[in-house]
């Protein structure tokens, strides 16, 4: 029986629907949580720190500005946990098989590396111009 399931996934998917469970990519018993957290977790530092600078940044406003460094360290923070992610999730897909790897593979190191430019956009404004002004 698993030797006409392996041949089904080979016909349907390629010498990789041998390797994989399917389209989306092997999980390596990895609980749909874990994958959803580990996919989704980018974007939520991104969030994180884009609420936190610009309420940072209204709340020194109204007490008469000043608190750039403080902006600068949560920008290198969120930076640094981006980067850390993104090189995490790019080790995941080179052992998913590069160009190869599924959908949940690509889908983790494409919020990854969104993560990273989001978190670097958003810091821009913040860290070139007076913000109380």
């Known amino acids: ?9 080979e016909q349907k998917y390629g ?5 994989r469970d399917g389209p989306i990519g092997d999980t390596d018993g990895e609980p749909w949580s874990a994958q959803l957290v580990q996919g989704t977790a980018p974007l939520v530092v991104w969030g994180v720190h884009f609420f936190f600078s610009y309420g940072y940044v209204a709340a020194a406003c109204l007490r008469g500005g000043g608190g750039s460094g403080t902006l ?3 920008s290198l923070l969120a930076l640094g946990v981006e980067a850390v992610m993104l090189k995490l999730a790019l080790r995941h897909w080179q052992a998913q098989g590069g160009q190869d790897a599924g959908l949940l593979a690509w889908a983790r190191a494409g919020s990854a590396l ?4 989001g978190v670097l956009w958003s810091s821009m404004p913040i860290l070139m111009l007076d913000p109380c002004a």
Request: net charge negative; charged share 35%.
């Open 72 to 74: 600068i360290a949560i």
């Open 114 to 117: 969104l993560g990273v430019i």
């Open 1 to 9: 029986m698993d030797e006409l399931k392996t041949m089904e996934r």
């Open 15 to 19: 010498q990789a629907g041998r390797d």
